[in-house]
């Protein structure tokens, strides 16, 4: 069986350097770079390979030498990786995944999140190493070089000279700030997230045009930017797809396509739209390509690269602000404090364990899209309802000799407690041949090993008074009240049940991989 | 004159520039395949095998010749013409790359704008025509040369998309498409009176041009004759070729029989060739497009080429009669369709002046030209 990128083409390929087209019915060229088969014959330039010469981009992966197996498909051969926010829970986290199979990473960070963490006075349960550690035990310890710059996003003339120097073949961007909570602290802090979000999204997308337009940017977005619509319409990759029919007033129109409607629920979120459409509108206007990848809530410790050296483990954060649902729910077992939930517990959300977020990762880095094209991917490996993860992790803490209860709280946010859901999720598995390969036990087991470990359990302890939530969308600063506090396997599941679509062929999985 | 089978520019000029057959400069097209694949590329100039006239002895400027991107280094001054994808690497020596700039010099018109409207075609046209005059006169003056040369393909393009406004006196473009032919009289003209005495002056076309009403795409009849089996799939192009094709086209005419050890999918072993070129042969001589037969000549590649490179040859070449042009190209749905260009290339009315002193040949080709400098030059 093939790769499941084997048939993409030098149109996709970012060592492909695009040099206009020309018109040999009228004996002309045109200087323009118009990347459409439908405005005549494309030349290209191989970068990777200039002996080539002018060519028509119809190479496939599979046909070309610079591209070769490995563990999740065809890769190019050293293909350069800029990580921006390389030193987050899930920057580090991939710059070492990638660093091991093969790719040469590069990377900027301002560290901007250790000091909004350390601003609300938390910190990583985890315990990380500064940056210059982290690069010298990746390469003792896995051989990994990284290439490190400390560059704030928005600094938009380092950042230019670094992209010119690597040339990435590949952008992931994780430097956001990733946090409802945190953008609803108050008016400050709503203004620095839309900031650093918005307007360093909209900075790094001219600077591609500009530095690396043949490169693809791997944007991470969130399941959180299409809300959960009370209609129980199905939650498409991004677009509507082509038999999607919208019926009013006894008309009909067609909606294939079409963005969807998205529905933030915070002002991080909306930041996170706000990018979706920044970044759809320049792959429109500048034939940019670009993944949109709307990761459902992560969660977990555990790669072999960060677990491979307590110098190498990303951070953990389990406060109100950045801890998220899962984390904060094995922390508190941990403390065998109870679990909290907001409102009925009855909130739907999709989910992925840190480990198959990265491979998702690496196989979309190596199956870029083409040329203009925006292309958005649900990136969630199960759905599941708040308060039945509550019970999961309840379930696994009594194998660890923990007796929890769970805790209902007044909800601080604005948003539907009790919501149909249903994801949709095709293309990880018919497109990118991606399996997910950790199940919710086993990460959770992982997690508790790893934060029951003596000197993390401390960490946690010192923050504990940071983990029930008192940022409220409604502005006001309080608590939560208790609403009730249960055993569980007490409380039957009720109401909607959560569905997500994964297609209906076979999913592919990847050949052995050849020596 | 007679210009190259196929009549198209790129192999043409590199006859004109070299002397030579294509059989013995390897440029047969504006494409071919890389080879062992069936990945179309555009022959850049280091694919030319001959040396062109300016390897001789003394000072050369050749300005806008097509097919010598990228620039490659001569004693004076060269700017490549068509195709030349960035000025950049279309210019030696390259500190003459500014120089270019200042005078918005353009290679070409864009053909993109020229297809949106003939207001733009034409803007685009007279625009790169005085920035080419502006080009020759200063190299006139700057460099002390033996060999000038400059190639206006302005004409061209507004043939390819207007000969229909020529022929009809009363279209709306008619006056406007020959004061384009005036000014390129006038540019004529300022060389002309910048000869010096001793000058000697060449003049020429690569090949000639007349009206066209129908593309002709020459893989849709393959493809109907049972000859080629290959998808419509513009991203991978003739890489969609399937097992079973016997025989393939490229631009224009150009016919391949796609052989075993040759090609990916090849099929056709040694000893079939012949009856396959047999066959297609009769097969192009009975294409007819309402009742009209379309093909008026099969070539086969001994008739018309010699040299060492002739195993890169295409088997057949085929020319048209008046009213067709022939398309290569993999995806197009039928045989037979239209477009806005209404001008085709003629193979047998080129044209080639020389001053009385120049000697010009009786019923001469592009291959002759060189010969004809070297009397001049004395080379």
Known sequence: MKPHNAEKTCWNCPAAVFKGNVDFRACGQSMEEIKSVEEGMIVIECARRPELGHFEPTITFEQCPEWVLFQYGLMLKNMKVMILGIDGYLGWTLALKLGRLGFKVSGIDNFLRRDCVMEKGAHTIVPIERMTERLHAAKEVLGVNINFRRIDIQDRSKLKEFMEEVKPEAIVHYAEIPSAPYSMVDCDHAVKVQENNVLGTLGLLFLIKEVVPETCLIKLGTMGEYGSPLTGRPLFEGMFPADAVMVWDNREWSLGGELTPRDPVSFYHVSKVQDTFNVYEACKYWWLRSYDVMQGVIYGVHTDEVAADPRLRTRLDVDEWFGTVMNRFVTQAILEMPLTIYGTGEQIRGFIALEDAMECMARLIVSPPEPGQYDVVNQVSGLHKLNVLAETVAKVAGTFGSDIKIQKLENPRVEADRHPFEAVSRKLPHVFGFTPKVSLEKEITRMFELLMQPDIKKRIEEKVHLIMPRTRWDGFKKVSDVLEVYEPGTREDMGYKPRLDRGQEKVEVEPELKT | ?379
């Open chain 2, 1 to 379: 004159m007679r210009s190259s089978i196929p009549e198209i520019s790129s192999v043409s000029w590199s006859s004109i520039i070299t002397g030579k057959n294509p059989g013995e400069h390897n440029i047969y097209g504006f494409t071919e395949l890389i080879p062992g694949t069936y990945t179309l590329s555009f022959p850049h100039f280091a694919k030319l095998k001959s040396p062109p006239f300016w390897s001789q002895e003394g000072t050369f400027v050749i300005i806008n010749v097509p097919s010598t991107y990228p620039a490659a280094p001569l004693n004076g001054f060269l700017v490549s013409g068509f195709i030349s994808p960035d000025l950049e690497r279309a210019v030696h020596p390259p500190e003459y790359i500014d120089t270019l700039k200042a005078f918005n010099y353009k290679i070409d018109v864009d053909t993109k704008k020229a297809r949106k409207s003939p207001m733009l075609l034409f803007k685009e046209l007279f625009e790169a025509l005085e920035s080419r005059m502006k080009v020759c006169h200063y190299f006139w003056e700057k460099i002390d040369w033996d060999v000038f040369m400059v190639v206006f393909t302005g004409s061209d393009r507004l043939e390819h998309f207007l000969w229909h406004a020529y022929e009809d006196e009363t279209h709306e473009y008619h006056t406007k498409f020959l004061e384009f032919f005036t000014r390129v009289d006038g540019c004529i003209q300022e060389i002309g009176e910048s000869l010096r005495k001793s000058d000697s002056l060449i003049m020429l076309s690569d090949h000639g041009m007349e009206g066209t009403t129908f593309n002709v795409n020459v893989n849709c009849y393959l493809e109907e004759k049972g000859f080629l089996t290959g998808g419509k799939d513009p991203k991978r192009g003739y890489n969609n070729i399937q097992k079973g094709t016997k025989a393939f086209a490229l631009d224009p005419g150009r016919i391949y029989i796609n052989k075993k050890g040759k090609y990916p999918s090849g099929c056709i072993d040694h000893e079939e060739e012949e009856g396959l070129l047999h066959e297609l042969v009769d097969t192009f001589t009975s294409l007819e497009k309402d009742g009209e037969k379309v093909i008026k000549k099969v070539y086969s590649k001994d008739e018309i080429y010699h040299g060492q490179y002739i195993g890169c040859a295409p088997d057949l070449v085929l020319l048209p009669r008046k009213g067709f042009n022939l398309k290569g190209g993999i995806t197009p749905e039928s045989v037979f369709d239209t477009d806005v260009l209404s001008g085709k290339h003629t193979q047998e009315d080129a044209f080639l002046y020389g001053k009385s002193n120049t000697h010009v040949p009786e019923n001469p080709s592009v291959e002759d030209v060189v010969p004809l400098l070297k009397r001049i030059m004395g080379w």
